[in-house]
């Protein structure tokens, strides 16, 4: 279990007790005499993210009061007990009383003790909580052990996490499950039909990869997971301004947080036969780097024109997919960190995704919604896939033009899938730019939540 959970304490819990502006009245008044006089001495006012700390009669802690929003306020963060384990003292806690969503808040408090420390000194805080009797603290475990898992590898640094060490870690994930694991490397990626992964990592030292992890029954329904891993993306020789490439060790998102959902697929023994793919490269410039207007041959067939090399994580996608399509599976996702024209659009923290499965597109809207893991459905709009055409190819990676990115390059993968009973899109940030409580700016775990829930209502 993780370690911020406690279900057998050796003394009795503290006990925090939520409350919005209009419950604390009641609840301070509720209060013994010593404790309202010093809440009232504190002007405590149970705003939202405001915590008040009352001591017993023998100087130890009391009981500790919350603030949330209102249960109908918009803006209401469900998240919002993610910032406990930063304000509370060392300890053992409980829930005294209900927040919005008791499942969320538990999960909440354990991200909210999330701590990047492989470069420095960062201590979790000595905090732990009881779960609630109402939840199911194993699968809260399973989420937050994804979520550190997928912050960790987007966190580490290029230097650290280029495609041999990705693979790695794949590697130490299947191994733990008892899953298979392959790996194409370098010049065999061409000799092996996926041109376009090596072309656009044959110009880095670091040999780009095809990571291939198989787990379950082969009798249960495919369900194939696709992960953009590009380590670190200096646009090519497109090159990338400097501000562009300074987080762009999370390039490699879409594959964190695909492992980080087959390892939630694996720990729950969903009954499905999951297969993970994940071309990792590194899209670097060098006298062999792929060029505009280069033209290759896909693994599909189809020939790509390069309109621009900073669109390169579509073609990782495209070679990776077409193999996925290949095995015909009842469902495909794929997950990547592609453009910056979803930011634009809908900011860092709600990615669009994509599918023309109407049942599914509901059901990830809801459980999205559901599981505080926010996705907004965009439209593969068929009168912008003209837009992809070029002149000496099939098709071109990147149209001039600028509108409607994150539209496009959908359109552009979707060329790559045909045989996927259902196939989804999603395309994340991976990357939370200043904190929220229990999302530290960092590397994020972004629909990873929410499709593993809809895995597991429908192959649970």
């Known amino acids: 279990m993780h370690s911020v959970f406690e279900t057998a304490p050796a003394s009795p819990a503290i006990p925090i007790t939520f409350a919005t502006t209009t419950t604390w009245p009641a609840i301070r008044d509720g209060l013994a005499a010593p404790a309202r006089r010093f809440a009232l001495a504190s002007e405590f006012a149970a705003k939202p993210g405001k915590c008040l700390i009352l001591p017993s009669a023998d100087g130890q ?31 053992t806690y409980r829930f005294a009383n209900a927040p ?50 997928a912050r960790d590898l987007i966190n580490t640094p290029s230097n650290d996490m280029g495609p041999e060490e990705l693979a790695q870690a794949a590697q130490v994930l299947a191994t733990r499950f008892g899953a298979s694991f392959n790996c194409i490397v370098g010049d065999e990626l061409p000799r092996r039909n996926f041109p ?13 990869r095809l990571i291939d992890i198989g787990w379950g029954d082969p009798s249960h329904p495919k369900v194939t997971l696709v992960g953009k891993g590009v380590c670190f993306d200096t646009g090519g020789l497109d090159l990338k301004p400097s501000s562009g490439m300074l987080i762009m060790k999370k390039d490699m998102g879409g594959a964190a947080n695909v492992l980080a959902l087959a390892l939630m697929v694996m720990d729950a ?8 793919l994940i071309p990792a490269v590194e899209n670097a410039v060098a006298g062999n780097a792929f060029r505009p207007l280069d033209i290759f041959t896909s693994r599909k067939g189809l020939t790509v024109e390069i309109g621009n090399t900073d669109a390169e994580g579509r073609l990782v996608l495209a070679d990776a ?6 095995e015909r599976p009842d469902l495909l996702v794929d997950l990547g960190t592609l453009t910056g024209a979803a930011r634009v659009a809908l900011g860092p923290d709600l990615p669009p995704f994509y599918t ?18 926010p996705l907004w459905r965009l439209p593969l709009w068929p009168a912008y896939d003209a837009w992809l055409d070029s002149k000496v190819a099939d098709i071109n990676n ?46 994020e775990c972004q629909a990873a939540r929410a499709i593993y829930k809809y895995l597991s209502e429908r192959y649970g």
């Open 356 to 373: 023309s499965d109407e049942t599914l597109a509901l059901d990830i809207a809801r459980l999205a919604q559901q599981e505080n893991d």
């Open 269 to 276: 023994k969903l009954k499905v036969r999951l297969r993970v």
């Open 398 to 443: 990147a149209p001039s033009g600028g509108f409607a990115g994150s539209i496009t390059c959908a359109l552009f993968l979707q060329r790559f899938v045909e045989a996927a009973k259902s196939w989804l899109h999603v395309d994340i940030y991976g990357w939370t730019p200043s904190a929220k409580p229990a999302r530290p700016e960092g590397g």
């Open 61 to 91: 802690i009391a009981q500790v009061i919350f603030g949330l929003e209102e249960e109908d306020a918009k803006s209401r963060d469900r998240f919002r007990p993610g910032a406990l384990p930063d304000l509370l003292p060392p300890g």
């Open 196 to 208: 376009l992964i090596h072309a656009v990592g044959m110009a880095s030292p670091r040999a780009p």
């Open 100 to 149: 919005y969503d008791s499942r969320l808040a538990t999960l909440a408090f354990a991200l909210g003790s999330y701590r990047f420390s492989r470069y420095r000194k960062a201590e979790a805080p000595d905090v732990k909580l009881v779960p609630p009797d109402d939840v199911d603290a194993g699968d809260i475990t399973r989420m937050t052990e994804a979520a550190v898992l």
């Open 321 to 326: 997919l077409a193999l996925a399509d290949e």
